[in-house]
């Protein structure tokens, strides 16, 4: 049967997200292909100019553009860079007041003609506060008001009628990963200041060290090579952990007894056989500052339950699956 060419396809849906990824990704690469010219050289002066600055980076736009700027100013005060969103309109009504002479201003339209960035423009040019424009226009107005003007490459967007904000949002929210990304890059922000600034949720947990969480002396399950299995067992239950961690006499590990090693093991002189001829020797090992987030990706790329916590060779804690899942990081 022939298709009437008046006939919709028959994945027309799929049609349209792929034309629309497919359109974002061509004006990201258009951006940063300007960022290898003189968007570049821009760029580098504007990541300068905020890491000079005392102050907050100040976040501004209206309609889409202001969408994105809330997120930019987010991901920026995340990342180590105090920065808040102040709406264009509510500027006019007081919210300038927000505004000092020691912060940076990022103010964002794609056309460069918002007028309802205009009192911001004037404002930064009248208190000499610096203003990074983010525009696909460096003639309009907010480009020739800024004293740094990052001109965005003018790409289609993926609305089909050319109207719908998509692709030019998109680039502008890249622009400012990007610049967040340099500027935590520049200040050297460690997992220890993100975990700082991220306290709550799975990444909060992630972010958190081993020794916070991992089970440590008398609720360790610890015995010695020469041990029985049948004294091993009562251990391995009463402690409630599922493994056994082997320590040597001068208190360094030597090995660890899993369920899995039980099961490889079982046999009608299992009880009576000594742990070290049961044990995993040299099992893997993490110190103590080690974020949950790395032991809890061992755990599932070696697909282990538990991990034995180690300092100087010893064993000092014991962390299981079940604890990264009691405190949300799995």
Known sequence: ??????????????????????TEGAGLD?????LRGPLGVT???????????????????????????????????????????????????GDLGMIQSDDVIIAMSWSGESAELADIVAYANRFNVPLIAFTSNAESALGK???????????????????????????QLALGDAIAIALLESRGFSTSDFRRYHPGGKLGAQLRQVRAVMHT??????AKPADSMADA??????KGLGCLIVVEP???????????????????????????SVMTRSPKTVAPETLVAEALEIMESRKISSLVVVDDHKPVGLIHILDLLRIGAA
């Not at 049967?1 to 027309?12: D, G, R, V, Y």
């Not at 890491?51 to 005060?77: D, N, P, Y």
């Open 233 to 238: 067992l009562v251990t391995i239950s009463a």
């Open 250 to 276: 001068a208190g360094t590990l030597a090995g660890l007894v899993t369920d899995g090693d039980l099961r490889r093991h079982m046999g009608p002189d299992l009880l009576t056989r000594s742990v070290e």
């Open 217 to 222: 002396g008398d609720r360790l399950p610890i």
């Open 30 to 34: 258009a951006l940063a292909e300007a």
């Open 43 to 93: 760029f580098t002066k504007a990541i300068e100019q905020i890491l000079a600055a005392s102050g907050r980076v100040i976040v501004s736009g209206m309609g889409k553009s202001g969408h994105i700027g809330r997120k930019i100013a987010a991901t920026l005060a995340s990342t180590g860079t105090p920065a808040h969103f102040v709406h264009p309109s509510e500027a006019s009504h």
């Open 1 to 22: 049967m022939t298709q009437n060419k008046n006939t919709a396809p028959q994945n027309a849906p799929l049609a349209s997200a792929l034309r629309t990824i497919e």
């Open 145 to 171: 008001g800024a004293h740094i003007c990052l001109e965005l490459p003018r790409a289609k967007e993926a609305c089909p009628n050319g109207l719908a904000p998509t692709t030019s949002t998109t680039m």
